[in-house]
């Protein structure tokens, strides 16, 4: 009997996993998570919105089964970045109703193109509202 090669994913079913699988990882270092996806009205959903010593984390996840053209964090471009802070705020002034002390993360999660994590890569403060 053949056996048979596991199914390649989509490319949203890839960053579906690479979300959950990075919500788990932040929480296993001490983020607490708030929520998931919030989209404002007409504005940039952020994937992930915790709490992490102190300060409100906005956190960008990025998947990628290939680093064929290059690495994950290099496709959020500055215009993604204004957008991202756009909808940040929007979240405070929605959630918080005063000002917290803020910063921007992204986690790049490398898996095969089955949807394996095989890596996972965190920068916290990867870069800052404008």
Same mark, same amino acid.
Request: no cysteine.
């Given at each position: 009997?053949?056996? @048979?090669?596991?199914? $390649?994913?989509?490319?949203? *079913?890839?960053?579906?996993?690479?979300?959950?699988? $990075?919500?788990?990882?932040?929480?296993?270092?001490?983020?607490?998570?708030?929520?998931?996806?919030?989209?404002?009205?007409?504005?940039?959903?952020?994937?992930?919105?915790? *709490?992490?010593?102190? $300060?409100?984390?906005?956190?960008?996840?990025?998947? @990628?089964?290939?680093? *064929?053209? +290059? %690495?994950?964090?290099?496709?959020?471009?500055?215009?993604? %970045?204004?957008?991202?802070?756009?909808?940040? +705020?929007?979240?405070?002034?929605?959630?918080?109703?005063?000002?917290?002390?803020?910063?921007?993360?992204?986690?790049?999660?490398?898996?095969?193109?089955?949807?394996?994590?095989?890596?996972?890569?965190?920068?916290?403060?990867?870069?800052?509202?404008?």
């Amino acid at each position: 009997m053949l056996s @048979r090669r596991p199914k $390649a994913k989509t490319k949203q *079913e890839l960053g579906r996993i690479g979300e959950d699988h $990075a919500a788990r990882y932040l929480a296993s270092r001490g983020y607490r998570i708030r929520e998931r996806n919030f989209r404002p009205r007409g504005q940039a959903e952020i994937d992930i919105i915790a *709490e992490h010593h102190g $300060a409100l984390a906005f956190v960008e996840v990025k998947a @990628r089964s290939s680093d *064929e053209f +290059g %690495q994950p964090s290099e496709g959020l471009t500055v215009w993604q %970045q204004r957008r991202l802070a756009r909808s940040a +705020g929007a979240y405070i002034a929605q959630r918080e109703g005063r000002e917290r002390l803020m910063r921007f993360d992204v986690v790049e999660v490398f898996l095969t193109r089955e949807g394996r994590v095989q890596r996972v890569s965190l920068m916290q403060g990867a870069f800052q509202a404008e």
